[in-house]
């Protein structure tokens, strides 16, 4: 649906149930009819709600008011009439089987999950969708994130992950040039796996321009605007993200992670706090406030929050090579080295051991590990000019590396 060319951005059930009356034309639709083409069999919930709601909605943006309407008329205690003219196109238009829009559904619900569980599920789900309709291009965009993420979070070896994630986007984008969500894994892919970045910006733009209110195409556009310090614009995109999606856990963490890469520590602080009142059980935003507390020289905040996001989102590398750098800054070496020593032995990026070496204050060996993590194209390389690498700022071999990147060095900031 569009408005005066604006696409508008609906929740599916509505969208549903406008599809049905629409497709009445005229005739009345029962709310047992919209209930059993909404919901299936073994669906439990409040249906005379959920009716409500969506007629609600669907009202609200077609600027329909039940007492005049132009639209949806109430018809008492029978249902409601679509009272518009409907013209009849000769467009075919494919019909999504119900099991594979449910499977699309718990897919999408799992995904923003972010814990190593739930990113396993999300893809299993897509997967499913995708068996049961394999021409479902919006189920293969979405498979095409759940893999790109699992390359972001090291949870899969990045030349299995990202080219997985840029068949299914080009297999998206074959069904439909105009999915967003694929332009934005493309992006993605130029950005962590082909470090393109000036192509990444591109594909990034023509998500957005596909769908203005697609929040994660701005979510990941901040990402790449903040890594070439272009923080302003950074800011820019991650606040249009946040009002495209107000309620998302994911994209109100970021606002942590873009204050975190222009120095604004207790900025990023207060930022990952108000994540964690939209979902105390997300891993992503104690990740993200144990960092900021760090910078700031709250180790035993630090501490508690990385170890929170470990609690929460299982075994992410990244998650306990920050933990390790907080010990060490703490002045736990203990526990620093036994996590150092933990991660030397698996098969962990090198950037990872970097992290804790550097907050052991191990100059050479967090220098090596960047150094290593760049020979062999990793996508966590990227990180090489974050608040805590750029540490090393001063060092000729990391303003060098960051050369090699293409990318700013910026000075640190904060308690060191």
């Not at 694929?182 to 130029?190: F, K, L, Q, S, Y």
């Not at 999606?245 to 520590?265: G, K």
Request: proline content about 5%; glycine content about 6%.
């Amino acid at each position: 649906m569009r408005k005066r060319g604006r696409k508008l951005r609906i929740p599916q059930q509505p969208v549903q149930m406008l599809a049905i009356l629409v497709a009445a034309a005229g005739d009345i639709v029962t709310r047992e009819q919209l209930r059993d083409a909404v919901w299936t069999p073994d669906t439990h919930v409040d249906f005379d709600r959920g009716i409500n709601k969506g007629i609600t909605r669907l009202r609200q943006v077609l600027g329909d008011v039940p007492h005049r309407p132009r639209f949806i008329e109430t018809v008492p205690r029978r249902g409601y009439r679509f009272l518009a003219a409907v013209t009849r196109s000769a467009t075919p238009v494919r019909a999504i089987s119900v099991e594979a829009r449910e499977a699309l559904l718990k897919a999408r619900h799992f995904s923003g999950k972010r814990t190593v569980q739930d990113i396993a599920r999300t893809v299993d789900y897509f997967r499913q969708a995708i068996e049961r309709d394999p021409d479902y291009a919006e189920a293969w965009a979405g498979l095409a994130e759940a893999h790109a993420v699992t390359g972001i979070f090291g949870l899969r070896a990045r030349d299995e992950a990202f080219p997985a994630a840029k068949v299914a986007a080009e297999r998206a984008l074959a069904l439909n040039g105009a999915l967003a969500q694929a332009h934005t894994v493309i992006a993605d892919v130029r950005k962590f796996y082909d470090w393109d970045w000036r192509g990444a910006e591109h594909a990034y733009r023509r998500a957005i321009e596909i769908d203005p209110h697609a929040a994660l195409s701005h979510h990941w556009y901040s990402q790449l605007l903040a890594m070439l310090a272009r923080h302003a614009e950074a800011f820019a995109e991650i606040e249009t993200a946040r009002r495209c999606d107000p309620a998302s856990p994911v994209v109100n963490a970021f606002i942590s992670y873009i204050h975190l890469e222009a120095r604004q520590y207790h900025e990023a602080i207060v930022a990952a706090e108000k994540a964690l009142e939209l979902d105390s059980a997300a891993p992503l935003p104690y990740y993200l406030l144990g960092r900021a507390s760090a910078k700031v020289g709250d180790s035993p905040r630090a501490i508690e929050a990385l170890t929170d996001a470990l609690r929460l989102g299982g075994s992410v590398p990244l998650f306990e090579a920050n933990l390790g750098y907080a010990y060490a800054r703490g002045g736990r070496r203990v526990e620093a080295e036994t996590i150092l020593e933990r991660l030397s032995r698996g098969q962990i990026s090198p950037v990872e051991r970097a992290l804790v070496a550097l907050g052991l204050r191990h100059t050479e060996e967090a220098l090596s590990g960047l150094e290593e993590a760049y020979a062999a194209h990793l996508p966590g390389t990227l990180i090489a000019g974050d608040p805590f690498f750029s540490e090393l700022a001063s060092e000729r071999r990391y303003r060098e590396l960051m050369g090699r990147l293409h990318l700013p060095v910026q000075a640190s900031g904060g308690c060191k």
